[in-house]
């Protein structure tokens, strides 16, 4: 039935030419036609709060939502690490061809190439940009801003606010978009969240929205929409994502025609504090910085019940630096995530539920004194601390891996529209700059690239072809339509009178794609899941109990919406698995791994960008192949023994 | 352990609201506070009845959208914590704990334990920025912020902007919310062109929606941040600076 050309509109010419050639290839809208132009921004993040207000400073009239009560809540603000820059401060040998390098390597040559180069060329104007809004980033004694490293990279190129850096970027950006809000520049909606994208002859002219303090559901129309909402961890129930994120905006979309690419390569970071219990609502990373001083380790016997420090070092199983000795305990997030979940199967794990292994600090306090390892982490041992109740200078750390971030996301071409005219995805909510696996500190810089930079440039493009047609009005049966069916949800959702709350269904979903589709996947399970997922989520339909009314807050309504479109996800997700006949970055097939049990990649055949078309309910998606084109580096087998 | 829950219930803005009283059962030491509401409200759908409405997001203690008044204190008994990182094995079993919502005049209640938080958003709307359009800046390098400034910058911009400071002030004041983005701002080389528009703009704006200052320091205590009433004091003198300069600024004599 497929009409659908995946046309990524990469612009021609040298690499290191094309984005300054295609800004000046697009098209300009003038200063005084700029405000007659509506654009919807769904999403308060760093690639939201920053298209937004960089879209209101041209001139467009912007309309921006967020579910939260405040732009500042997005969950941006949680990003500990820092931001990559290839600003070469450190004289080190960065540039912005090394920070491209190390972003398709790191990402296992699953990435365009043309992306990934404009992604290190605009790195350096975010830091700008976010040093000229008062971003207080660490400084030298000098006053120069301060650098670390991070990993996956050889050079010092990681700018950082203490462990808070993503909260002091999403502070700037949510400041510079109160400012536009101000000026009369932005309208702003809170507590609004979206539950429908609005097409009329196969273009983008809209949203729906569910005010969720009032319940009161409505239509917006723009002449374009800008996806910013996030990543879809939360498939797995149990994540390192904030407890609302979710995929309801990008699923809605993709319901509506847009492509969903790649929903396989998801990111399992490997310091995480163990779940407790069943009750667990979320799990909390552990910077991986604590890696540089730690060492990772399980008992080699089985059922060893005595506490760290009464085993002996010959009983220990130093496992990483075993395995790959040169890279050992800094093993990259993907290799050192496999590795815990290999010893913790095998019965070694470590804890009251045996599901950690120890990161040890002993050595680090002996060699160093405690006073230098506290300077270091001490924050961290305070947040350990206060979660578990143990003392990391005293007993060793447990950590285990827990989802993190998904690569995958809606398809975007170049220009970040996806496969729907008029609708674009940024930040984590597309699939483009990272291939199959994340490097650190890269998140925060793709997010704010988007959105300052690279949207503003290429919705104005989209726009200006637009010259002279006005929204289409929310009366329009288009907009009727599709408020009617999402009152009509609502309705079904609370008249079901089941017995299981919507938590409940999204925990056992969440086990189901954790255990088949989580750090490693293989065909028998892929296949059990996508029997078992169906199964599961017919028992939802039928028996989940949503209380009260449509009118006014109703938490569990929110929920029930964004657990079924996770269901939705996670067959997808399943599917994209099994079709990916190959082991890459953070997607694991244990058919296909090397004699040392190594990631093997296929590219012969899998060189390329799967997306995935809807086809309606009940019936499987169509995979359409973008095939990515390397020119400039050449794909190789990564290496960290 | 088992504990007696006292929770404020109130349907919308406009009910006047009352306490009812819930049994949490099999509450274990690893659970935060906030599982241990989310395994009240499934018992409470189990039953039929209306789960016990709250605000929380990350769950990590940064997003700032949790907070509730725990047996009277913001955010609860632990010092330099949030709701959602506070943990069972601060309370004992048998215990009664009473939860409320943020209680303040510039935070009406949405619904149960769920306050509309929005005059913060307004502060920062009148004035909490540095104008800089996406595009202009020069080199991130050019310009210099000496250590101390850009780590005193930093301890105040740590703020989450959860409320606790208001929630735990008795005049409901916004003192320690406001003088802390202040204090970002105007320890900065960046913000000093807009720094005394920026201080009168945001005090009088923060004046018309929370009551004033009288010096308790309850804030700082409740604040899961622990940032210091010292800024209030900077910004109190920046503001009575800011009402010189601006006047002369806009051509008055004084």
Known sequence: MSNVILDSKIPEGPLQDRWDNHKFNMKLVNPANKRKFTVLVVGTGLAGAAAAATLAELGYQVKCFTFHDSPRRAHSIAAQGGINAAKNYKNDGDSVYRLFYDTIKGGDFRARESNVYRLAQVSVNIIDQCVAQGVPFAREYGGLLDNRSFGGAQVSRTFYARGQTGQQLLLGAYQALMQQVSLGRVELHTKTELLDVVKKDGVAVGIVTRNVATGEVRSWSGHATLLCTGGYGNAFYLSTNAMNSNVTAAWRAHKKGALFANACYTQIHPTCIPASDESQSKLTLMSESLRNDGRIWVPKNFDDNRPPDQIPEEDRDYYLERKYPSFGNLAPRDIASRAAKVVVDEGRGVGPLKNGVYLDFSESISRLGETTVFERYGNLFDMYERITDENPMKVPMRIYPASHYTMGGLWVDYNLMTTVPGLYALGEANFSDHGANRLGASALMQGLADGYFVAPYTVGDYLAGLLGQSVVPTTDPVFVEAETAVNEASRRWLSIGGTKSPEHYHRELGKLVWEYCGMARDRNGLEKALSEIPALREEFEKNVRVLGSAEGVNQSLEKVGRVADFFELGELMCRDALMREESCGGHFRVEHQTDDGEAQRNDEEFSFVGAWEWNGEGTAQTLHKEALVFENVKPSQRSYK | ?254
């Open chain 2, 1 to 254: 352990m088992q504990l007696t829950l006292k929770v404020w219930r109130q349907d919308n803005p406009n009910d006047p609201g009352r306490f009812e009283t819930y049994q949490a059962t099999d509450v274990k030491d690893e659970m935060s506070f906030l599982e241990m509401l989310d395994a009240v409200n499934e018992n409470l759908i189990e039953a039929g009845r209306e789960p016990i409405v709250f605000d929380s997001d990350c769950r990590e203690g940064i997003c700032g959208t949790c907070g509730l008044m725990i047996n009277g204190q913001a955010h609860g008994p632990q010092k330099g914590t949030t709701t959602c990182q506070l943990h069972m094995r601060k309370f004992h079993d048998g215990e009664t704990v009473t939860i409320e919502p943020w209680r303040a005049a510039a935070f009406p209640v949405v619904k149960d334990l769920m306050v509309d938080r929005s005059a913060f958003d307004a502060i920062i709307q009148s004035g909490g920025f540095i104008s800089a359009d996406t595009g202009a800046p020069r080199d991130a390098n050019e310009i210099l912020v000496p250590k101390p400034a850009a780590d005193t910058a930093m301890d105040a911009a740590a703020c989450i902007g959860c409320g606790a400071c208001v929630a735990a002030c008795p005049n409901g004041a916004g003192q320690l919310f406001t003088s802390a983005k202040l204090a970002h701002l105007n320890l900065l080389p960046q913000g000093q062109a807009e720094r005394f528009k920026r201080t009168e703009d945001m005090v009088e704006t923060m004046e018309l929606f929370f009551g004033s200052c009288t010096n308790y320091g309850e804030c700082q205590e409740a604040c899961p941040k622990e940032i210091p009433i010292d800024f209030i004091a900077m910004m109190n003198r920046d503001y009575l600076k800011s009402k010189l300069a601006n006047r002369r600024l806009s051509g008055q004599k004084h």
